[in-house]
């Protein structure tokens, strides 16, 4: 075990506060990946608690995917190296309830997508390859079924929008706005799905896709901004019906 500096702890909520220290050394590169922590037995005298108590701040950076544990001679708890897609979705779970606990408003959660999604609208014209506009247009193919029911349809759709970050061939942009479109994308679509037609999303689609494979970023921005401002619509039309 490397030597960390860890601090003294008060008496309220000892395994929080305990997986907290192990959790920022890890976040400061105290500890790194496949490091190994010190026994229960250890940490306890280490932190002067309970071996319980350690067991339960363990069990909090496990659901944090932080650690893992392993049996047998060579066993021990590790700390592990959670990848981006995994941290992607408790990024997107976390977002996705505050949005359904209406911690945002209609005005910012349209002004994030209007800056952010027209921004990969032109990195992914600029960037996109052929497999980029392979997995846009499947999602078109899919989306121009007309016996597609309406959960379908939005699944289709978050495809679509992460696709097209996906093409901008920015690995953070992409780690970032998946937490954005599966928050955001599926709340305005279920919501104005019985109000808006089809048609209208699916021809604003190909426009982004014809934009994006004719890499015109302009062109793509535009028909981007042009989709989100009618689902903000609808959902504003939404809000305001409710008594």
């Given amino acids: 075990m490397k030597s960390i500096a860890f601090e003294p702890i008060h008496q309220q909520s000892l395994s ?17 990946a496949d490091d190994r922590l010190p026994t229960e037995e250890e940490l ?14 363990l069990k909090r950076l496990a659901a944090q995917n932080l650690v893992r544990s392993k049996r047998g001679p ?9 990848s981006v897609r995994e ?7 976390a977002t996705t309830l505050l949005v359904g606990l209406e911690s945002f408003s209609l005005d910012e959660i349209t002004q994030t997508r209007l800056s952010l999604e027209t921004l990969c609208c032109r990195l992914a014209a600029e960037h996109r390859t052929d497999s980029d506009l392979d997995n846009l247009q499947k999602e078109l193919t899919i989306q121009s079924n007309p016996d597609l029911t309406a959960e379908e349809l939005c699944a289709s759709d978050v495809r ?3 696709a097209i970050t996906d093409a901008t061939g920015n690995r953070m942009i992409s780690f970032i706005m998946y937490a954005v479109i599966e928050a955001l994308q599926p709340v305005a679509n279920m919501v104005a799905h ?14 982004i896709f014809e934009a994006i494979s004719s890499k015109n970023a302009e062109l793509a921005e535009h028909f981007m901004k042009e989709q989100i401002l009618y689902l903000s619509d609808l959902y504003q039309a939404v809000a305001d019906s409710r008594p």
């Fill in 16 to 32: 929080r506060q305990i997986a907290d220290q192990i959790r920022q050394a890890i976040v400061d590169g105290s500890l790194e």
């Fill in 87 to 93: 941290l992607s979705e408790s990024l997107a779970g």
């Fill in 44 to 57: 306890a005298v280490r932190f002067n608690v309970s071996r319980p108590t350690i067991r339960e701040a």
């Fill in 74 to 82: 060579s066993g021990g708890t590790f700390v592990n190296r959670p």
């Fill in 160 to 162: 679509f929008h992460r």
């Fill in 194 to 207: 019985r109000f808006r037609e089809r048609e209208i999303i699916y021809r604003q689609h190909q426009q």
